[in-house]
């Protein structure tokens, strides 16, 4: 069974400093996979995924992740951090013969001004 | 988000009742999924279709039926909701199955 972690529940950054959100995934077949944002009082936008190519991803808002192999990771990173991002953020994988995705269970964000 | 559309946002309801929660896409997707979240456990599936004639059970479709009534509607409901049964519920649609996911702005269920 496909199965998607997030380890830490609460992740807190100072503004201007880099972030990472961290998401590991258990397939067994390929993954493809997907960070969303969930701003309060909405539903799920997409940031960015993986599906095949190279590692690291760029997405919307300045987001990348990248994606390792043997580690089965796909951290969410950013460079440098606002206040605006503060929100909450789910990990999601599907393998290439499933039919559905897989959510983590969320990681939130609060970056300090 | 305005491409998909929940209705009600909010409901509060009394045990044993029955509820629809209504989805509509303009998208023009195919496929269409209803989620529970709840906190702690991220999203859920309940119900997923693949075109009108093509619908299937999720992770927790015990107490919930759906019918999609054309490829931009698909609704959930809640035969005789139970206190249990109160979450955030989303509507996401996509393109095809290897595509991201887009999802309404959700329903708040409160059953007492």
């Known amino acids: 069974a496909q199965s998607v972690a997030q380890p830490e529940d609460q992740v807190n950054v100072a503004e201007g400093n880099p972030l990472t959100v961290k998401c590991t995934y258990s397939v067994s077949g390929n993954p493809y996979l997907f960070w969303y944002v969930q701003y309060p009082n909405r539903g799920l936008q997409f940031l960015l995924k993986?599906?095949?190519?190279?590692?690291l991803v760029k997405g919307s808002y300045g987001f990348e992740a990248e994606f390792n192999k043997s580690q089965t990771s796909f951290h969410l990173k950013k460079p440098s951090a606002l206040v605006s991002d503060s929100a909450l953020y789910f990990c999601a994988v599907r393998v290439s013969y499933g039919q559905n995705f897989v959510f983590g269970p969320g990681t939130r964000l609060s970056v300090l001004p | 988000d305005a491409d998909v559309t929940q209705t009600p946002r909010n409901r509060i309801t009394k045990t044993g009742k029955r509820i629809m929660l209504e989805c509509s896409q303009t998208k023009g997707h195919d496929r269409m999924y209803w989620y529970r979240q709840d906190p702690g456990l991220g999203l859920r599936l309940i119900y997923y279709?693949?075109?009108?004639?093509?619908?299937n059970k999720g992770e927790i479709s015990d107490g919930y039926s759906v019918s999609r009534q054309a490829q931009a509607k698909f609704s959930l409901s809640l035969e005789s909701a139970i206190p249990n049964q109160t979450a955030l519920y989303f509507c996401?649609?996509?393109?095809?199955?290897?595509?991201?996911?887009?999802f309404g702005p959700g329903t708040r269920l409160t059953v007492l």
């Open positions: 279709s693949f075109d009108v004639k093509d619908i």
């Open positions: 993986y599906i095949t190519g190279d590692n």
């Open positions: 996401a649609t996509s393109m095809t199955s290897y595509n991201e996911q887009f």
